[in-house]
Nanobody, 124 residues
Framework: QVQLVESGGGLVQAGGSLRLSCAAS????????MGWFRQAPGKEREFVAA????????YYAGSVKGRLTISRDNGQNTVYLQMNSLKPEDTAVYYC????WGVGILKESAVDYWGQGTQVTVSS
């Protein structure tokens, strides 16, 4: 079966950095647009970033543009989210997502597979 397993979350001070990883198995990874969503306490899950199959086209939410960078390694079936200049408002559970037909900002309802999530906490 398909598995998306996130890692790399943790506690960091404001201004710090983290790198999230998502290892995929059970699917043809290079055929999927991969993305990251996040859900803060008391808020709805929101789109963060996405990267198309070729690893060239990327898309970001306005709130993270210039600070977070998505990348992928199709040989390792892994997608990454490099998070720099972190702010307390970035605190959330971050979810990896796979969307077979995704283009641009991914829609939650169109995601085919989800990871279990990894907690990121940014202290002020």
């Amino acid at each position: 079966q398909v598995q998306l397993v996130e890692s790399g979350g943790g506690l960091v001070q404001a201004g710090g950095s983290l790198r999230l990883s998502c290892a995929a198995s059970g699917l043809t990874f290079s055929s999927y647009t991969m993305g990251w969503f996040r859900q803060a306490p008391g808020k709805e899950r929101e789109f963060v970033a996405a990267i198309r199959m070729n690893g060239v086209s990327t898309y970001y939410a306005g709130s993270v543009k210039g600070r977070l960078t998505i990348s992928r390694d199709n040989g390792q079936n892994t997608v990454y989210l490099q998070m720099n200049s972190l702010k307390p408002e970035d605190t959330a559970v971050y979810y990896c997502a796979a969307d077979r037909w995704g283009v641009g900002i991914l829609k939650e309802s169109a995601v085919d597979y989800w990871g279990q999530g990894t907690q990121v906490t940014v202290s002020s």
